[in-house]
């Protein structure tokens, strides 16, 4: 059985930090890349990072650039978020998703494929809030 599990969620201050952790089960690791994604309230789901499992590249979506870390052990079939200087608008629930198909370069730019609206495996999320 797949399963995603993330887990690192809480309450910080603004320009606080946050490590978020995807632990992954039931496929193999380097074969799938996985995905952070967030939803706030009211808003869209936003691409947020993703690491190819095959070479580890990281991606970022903009507006977490230069702010958000991710990594990945592979010996733990985890996933790390490592998020830095935290605003109010990073408050959101976080979920990672992992798909064989390698969705990672659409986390740059603009253009959302309709195949990641559909990915394979999808955690339940944590949820992350940042007071002002």
């Known amino acids: 059985e797949v399963q995603l599990v993330e887990s690192g969620g809480g309450l910080v201050q603004a320009g606080g930090s946050l490590r978020l952790s995807c632990e992954a089960s039931?496929?193999?690791?380097?074969?799938?890349?996985i995905g952070w994604f967030r939803q706030a309230p009211g808003k869209e789901r936003e691409r947020v990072s993703c690491?190819?499992?095959?070479?580890?590249?990281?991606f970022y979506g903009d507006s977490v650039q230069d702010r958000f870390t991710i990594s990945s052990d592979n010996a733990k079939n985890t996933v790390y978020l490592q998020m830095n200087s935290l605003k109010p608008e990073d408050t959101a629930v976080y979920y990672c998703?992992?798909?064989?198909?390698?969705?990672?370069?659409?986390?740059?730019?603009?253009?959302?494929?309709?195949?990641?609206?559909?990915?394979?495996?999808w955690g339940k999320g944590t949820l992350v809030t940042v007071s002002s």
């Open positions: 998703a992992a798909d064989a198909f390698d969705f990672c370069p659409y986390f740059e730019g603009t253009y959302y494929p309709p195949r990641m609206r559909g990915l394979d495996y």
């Open positions: 039931g496929f193999t690791f380097e074969d799938y890349s």
């Open positions: 690491i190819r499992g095959r070479d580890g590249k990281p």
